[in-house]
């Protein structure tokens, strides 16, 4: 299982990113994906999860009507369209799903959000 992501960088408050996260290695299609964030000195936290089809999703009370997260079984990818940034927003991110019973990350993208 590999798990790829890209996108992030430096961007201004009210600014927006687009995260990818490319996955092989298993079957897609076959399992729920999520993004996690990790800030400096706390704890991993759930940013949001999408359901196998797309159908349903969650979204953590500090994300939710700013991010958007999508997938693209087509092509393996999910992503986490971000808007209205916040300087708390700034961390790690991290694809993450649980084939097999295990958990795989990706190896994380940084996200700053500051002026």
């Known amino acids: 299982v590999q798990l790829v992501e890209s996108g992030g960088g430096l961007v201004q408050p009210g600014g927006s990113l687009r995260l990818s996260c490319a996955a092989s290695?298993?079957?897609?299609?076959?399992?729920?994906m999520s993004w996690y964030r990790q800030a400096p000195g706390k704890e991993r936290e759930l940013v949001a999860r999408i359901s196998i089809t797309g159908g349903r999703t969650y979204y953590a009370d500090s994300v939710k009507g700013r991010f958007t997260i999508s997938r693209d079984n087509a092509k393996n990818t999910v992503y986490l369209r971000m808007n209205s940034l916040k300087p708390e927003d700034t961390a790690v991110y991290y694809c993450?799903?649980?084939?097999?019973?295990?958990?795989?990350w990706g190896q994380g993208t940084q996200v700053t959000v500051s002026s």
């Open positions: 290695g298993f079957t897609f299609s076959n399992y729920d």
């Open positions: 993450h799903t649980k084939p097999f019973g295990y958990d795989y």
